[in-house]
């Protein structure tokens, strides 16, 4: 079996435990997963099955949307519920919290909207001198990851509601909604921390076309027939189609000429999918104008 499953991951396991669970239940030899999902988090959690492993990249570098809930009161060692509280910023007595004016807050998720550099959380997979900074946050020595460039692209849905916000957040891959909802409460100066999380969309696939991880471990049937096949995938990259001889070219990694292309884009140019004349997807190519029209960087047959 080759191609993507979509499973809606429940609060609970680990990314790995979910990849671990579908393995043995469906009895697939090679399944990845394509971005991690905290063990509190649900939601769209795509697993990579035979060669489309190889493609894992792509997937993993895609946009994702989340349904963020942040609770505001105090801030954790792990930015979200399961950790120790770190500092308490509400009043003790009744929890309150000071909420800004409505355009006062717009104006403050402005600071996170855009391009701008992400401390990931302490308990995180980063390596720090080659050591995961979760390792070192357990054994309470430093832990401070150095910041990435993320990208938010919209933060939306905004709704609050006693000590809960909750919004919609569409970013970059690598985005961290737990620093997100730790540098927030910071900025509000009241603590914050991640309370609930869901993925609604990973690159191009969405809730609805994920399964349930406990449908797939009572019915393995039913999660071959959710399969995404190879063919369908990455549709929204450009497509060439090669002669039976661009296939065999294909296959043995041999860079494409213009008579290898039963047809291509008026403009090539970047990652094309190279498809045979049946549309089976036989590569992910690359224009190499300096080594000939396009070399089939990663072949999946």
Known sequence: MDGVLVIDKP???????????????ARWAKVGHTGTLDPMATGVLPLVVGRATRLARFFSASDKIYEAEVRLGWATDTYDAQGAPTLRGADEANRAVHWPAPGDLDRLLDRFRGRYPQAPPPFSAKKIDG????????????????ASP???????????????L????????????????HDLGAALGVGAHLSALRRTQSGDFEAADAIPL?????????ACQRLVPLERLLGSMPTVVVTEEGAIRTRHGNDLRVEDLVWRPDVLAGRVRVLDGQGILLAIGEAWPERGLLHPDIVVV
């Open 11 to 25: 609060a609970g396991p680990t990314s790995h435990d979910v990849v671990a669970r579908v393995r043995r239940a």
């Open 150 to 164: 993320v990208t938010v692209h919209e933060i939306s849905g905004v709704a609050c509601e006693g000590d809960r």
């Open 166 to 181: 909750r919004l919609r957040i569409r970013c970059s891959a690598g985005f961290y909604v737990r620093s997100f909802a």
């Open 214 to 222: 406990d449908v797939v471990e009572r019915d393995a049937h039913a």
């Open 131 to 146: 050591v995961r900074a979760y390792s070192l946050a357990r054994e309470g020595r430093p832990a401070e990851p150095k």
